[in-house]
């Protein structure tokens, strides 16, 4: 099976930097995705790392170490608007590219 | 289409009747996945298709689920004889196929049992 673990909550602060972990386990791991999603909103694809290392898309970062089985999504210069729950999914190679979704974090930004 | 499409975006239904959703996913896209997400809880995976492979049903939680799809478009999701327990929002998503990782989700169907 699959298990992924992420905080529940984050709270941080408008223009600071803010990092959301995410420890995962898998009997297939191909990759690991971070998705957005605002309330009532749909998820949205945020980043994906398939190899170990640092991946940077504008304010957005998300690292991945498969080595320790844990990933992170890094969110610098933060802005209200980047309050939302925050998930990392595991693409799973034994199920043909199936993924599996963490449980999520809510990230809140105040002023 | 432009997006991925669910239809409908809310549904009432009484306590043992069956209910039918839609997901329209992107033209093209070979990969489609439904999820089921309670009130600020995570994603549940529920069926996962990968074009003419046997869909991966394991997230099923009861028999009283199925779903299908119509070679690489339209994929309904069947719930009979619904619960209270249901209720939540069913979310539907679609993948190019390959090495692409992105998924594009659709609006969710909200289900409530009544």
């Known amino acids: 099976g699959q298990s992924l673990e992420q905080p529940s909550e984050v709270t941080a602060v408008e223009g600071a930097i803010v990092q959301i972990n995410c420890t995962y386990q898998t009997s297939g791991f191909y990759g690991l995705s971070w998705y957005q999603q605002h309330d009532g909103g749909a998820p949205t694809f945020l980043s994906y790392n398939a190899l170990d290392g640092l991946e940077e898309t504008g304010r957005f970062s998300s690292f991945l170490s498969r080595s320790d089985s844990y990933g992170y999504l890094l969110l610098q210069e933060l802005q209200m608007k980047d309050s939302a729950s925050y998930f990392c999914a595991v693409r799973d190679q034994t199920g043909a590219n199936n993924l599996f979704f963490g449980t999520g974090t809510r990230l809140t930004v105040i002023p | 289409g432009a997006g991925v499409s669910q239809s409908p975006s809310n549904k009432v239904t009484e306590k043992g009747k069956d209910v039918e959703l839609r997901c329209d996913p992107i033209?093209?896209?070979?990969?489609l996945y439904w999820y089921r997400q309670r009130l600020g809880q995570g994603l549940e995976f529920l069926i996962y298709f990968q074009g003419n492979s046997a869909p991966d049903k394991s997230g099923l939680p009861s028999d009283r689920f199925s779903a299908e799809r119509t070679g690489e478009s339209v994929s309904t999701l069947t719930i009979q004889r619904t619960q209270q327990e249901d209720s939540a929002v069913y979310l539907c998503?679609?993948?190019?196929?390959?090495?692409?990782?992105?998924?594009?989700f659709g609006q969710g169907t909200r289900l409530t049992v009544v």
């Open positions: 033209s093209g896209h070979t990969a």
């Open positions: 998503a679609s993948r190019r196929g390959g090495q692409i990782a992105e998924a594009f």
